[in-house]
């Protein structure tokens, strides 16, 4: 899968599957083990799921800048090692049968900062690692790890509370996040020129007024914004829409939902053939599209109520994000300087991240007022927006790759 990169990037891409697949296995275990052995209901779970996103929030901005000043494989490896010890004291405590949920709202945020840690300095440390020309096919790679543990780690933290116990979804866990440790302290990162140190303000202005005024990162992030609000509207009406209206039992929801996976896959399978076949711009504009053509599709069964239009729906919603993924990401990647990659990662990751709970509570409020079609018809809406934000920008005149900002 990666014999064609440096080694350096080799290691980065195992280190990458195991982080992401540990993260994946625990966020589908957390909850069940709250559920089963601490009898949690909705409320907890809320929490618990608040406590894990929290800190993509609140420490995006200072992780990204500290991504910028130190070595990024050093806190990709500190990251990730803070991820394991929320895990061994996870595992600690269900052997010593000392687990709250208190404790696992901890836990969870503590997890989440490693989580965030990682995230911030990846797509910074790419570019040091590979040629200018292989960029794209790396993030190809990194996200197809992504999409591999998306599928396959809920399925398997599941299946193992299930058939051996909570402990062993967390200790297998903890051996993934370990092994991601293991493979970041063998990888030889390049020395970057040392910089001035100035007030993080004025460092954090340098990234977000660098995102805002550049005519090709501003609506790709404002792309992006309007994906995720959209996106999370129609996450706020699906299940209750699937099991009213579809009449979907909870496996047929989860069937649904699997789809998603599968598809971030295949899409990660097929990005290479897209990206040679189009110009660079109308690659990166067929995530988008094909995100309009998904919540067409979910709409579609307002009209045909069917199980099979929704699982097509979620399948095409995975395919197009990580075409638009691996291409906007590349794209980011070189026109930004190398010595602010990481507060500019930060700078989308935050702003992404806040804009879910906008149409988590937008869905909420519309799904409550005018019903659960009405969410679907707004999120399509949404989605169309969000196409027509990167077609009408300068995006779509681009034949290649810009040139490097370094």
Same mark, same amino acid.
């Given at each position: 899968? =990666? ?46 799921? =608040?406590?894990? *996103? ?13 991504? $910028?000043? =130190? ?17 061994? =004291? ?42 200018? $020309? ?45 092994? @991601? ?24 202005? $340098? ?126 990647? *070189? ?10 990662? @930060? ?57 490097? @900002? $370094?």
């Amino acid at each position: 899968m =990666t014999s064609s990169f440096p080694l350096s990037f080799v290691r980065l891409a195992w280190s990458n599957l195991a982080a992401q697949s540990a993260e994946q296995l625990s966020l589908a275990a957390v909850p069940i083990v709250a559920v089963l052995a601490l009898g949690a209901g909705p409320g907890e779970i809320g929490l618990l799921a =608040t406590a894990q *996103t929290l800190p993509f929030l609140l420490l995006s901005i200072p992780l990204g800048l500290l991504a $910028d000043r =130190t070595s990024r494989r050093q806190l990709m490896a500190w990251a990730e090692g803070l991820r394991l010890l929320a895990f061994l =004291t996870l595992i600690a405590s269900l052997v010593m049968q000392r687990l709250s949920l208190e404790l696992l709202a901890v836990l969870g945020f503590v997890g989440a900062i490693g989580t965030v840690g990682y995230s911030v300095a990846a797509p910074a440390l790419v570019p040091a690692l590979v040629p200018r $020309d292989r960029i794209m096919a790396a993030n190809g790679r990194l996200e197809l790890a992504r999409s591999i543990a998306f599928t396959a780690g809920p399925a398997l933290g599941g299946a193992l509370v299930s058939w051996a116990g909570a402990c062993a979804a967390f200790v297998l866990a903890a051996v993934l996040s370990g092994c @991601a440790v293991v493979l970041l302290l063998g990888l030889a990162e390049p020395k970057r020129p040392e910089q001035t140190a100035r007030h993080p303000l004025l460092e954090l202005q $340098d990234g977000a007024r660098l995102v805002w005024r550049h005519a090709l990162l501003r609506p790709i992030l404002l792309t992006a914004v309007a994906w995720n609000i959209s996106w999370f509207v129609l996450q706020a009406a699906y299940v209750p829409y699937a099991v009213r209206v579809l009449g979907l039992s909870a496996g047929g929801v989860g069937l649904t939902l699997a789809s998603y996976g599968a598809g971030m896959i295949v899409g990660s399978l097929f990005a290479p053939r897209v990206m040679a076949a189009l110009p660079f711009g109308r690659a990166i504009q067929v995530g988008p599209s094909i995100s309009v053509l998904a919540a067409a599709t979910m709409a579609a069964t307002l009209l045909l109520p069917t199980a099979a239009v929704a699982v097509l729906s979620f399948f095409l919603f995975g395919v197009g994000p990580i075409i638009w993924t691996i291409t906007s990401t590349t794209l980011r990647q *070189t026109v930004t300087p190398n010595a602010i990659l990481g507060r500019v990662s @930060a700078v989308f990751l935050t702003v992404n991240m806040g804009a879910r709970p906008v149409g988590a509570a937008l869905g909420g409020f519309i799904g409550a007022s005018w019903g659960e079609a009405a969410c679907l018809l707004l999120a399509l809406a949404g989605f169309v927006v969000q196409a027509w934000l990167i077609f009408a920008s300068r995006v779509s005149q681009l034949r290649q790759l810009p040139a490097s @900002a $370094d």
